[in-house]
């Protein structure tokens, strides 16, 4: 999981705080897929399910790293809706490729801010991806294996901007954050 940030132009102008994700960190996807198959080559599916994962933004002032990191983390509800375009069978392997929309809920965005904690972004608990990738089916005896890397990106801006009333600057540092997720999937069907 990752973010694509805008930081704020003020940035540029003065000394303010400059944000990055300091580093990917793994999480865990577990969907349910349902296929449907309009055409030989074309498949049409719906898998809907869970995610958990967490991200980490640093903050940086005059290139020096300013206090905590700001640790986001997310629990999902997915429901993707993908169309996914297969190639020729080769002995037992087909490659194939998959793109469409993915509606995303997070349960885990914070509704208020936590004195104990010191987290002070907020993100918008509703998201809309595109994603798009490709794989390979093996069909194996008893049943398919897939191996697909697919890119989630999110499309509008999920940062609240309400400010934390103690440290407004966090917020301030960003002008645009979208969602990024790389998803590594393997399917049993």
Known sequence: MDFNITPSQQYLLSD?????????????NIQIVTDLRPA??????????????????????????YNDQQRLESSFLEFPLLLKLK?????????YVIGGINYRYDLAAKK???DEKPVY???????????????????LPYFKFSIELKMSNGISDIL?????PKHPE?????????SQIWVLSFHFE
């Open 16 to 28: 303010s705080l400059y944000p990055e994700v300091s580093k990917l960190n793994p999480g865990i």
């Open 40 to 65: 030989k080559y074309m498949d049409i599916r719906f898998l809907p399910g869970v995610s958990f994962g967490q991200r980490n933004i640093r903050y940086y002032k005059n290139q020096v790293l």
């Open 87 to 95: 190639g020729d069978r080769l002995n037992n392997v087909r490659p």
């Open 112 to 114: 208020d801010f936590d």
């Open 121 to 139: 972004l907020r993100i918008k608990k509703p998201d809309l991806y595109y994603e798009f990738g490709g794989g390979l089916d093996f069909y």
């Open 160 to 164: 609240v901007r309400e400010v934390s």
């Open 170 to 178: 966090y917020v301030n540092a960003i002008e645009k954050m979208k």
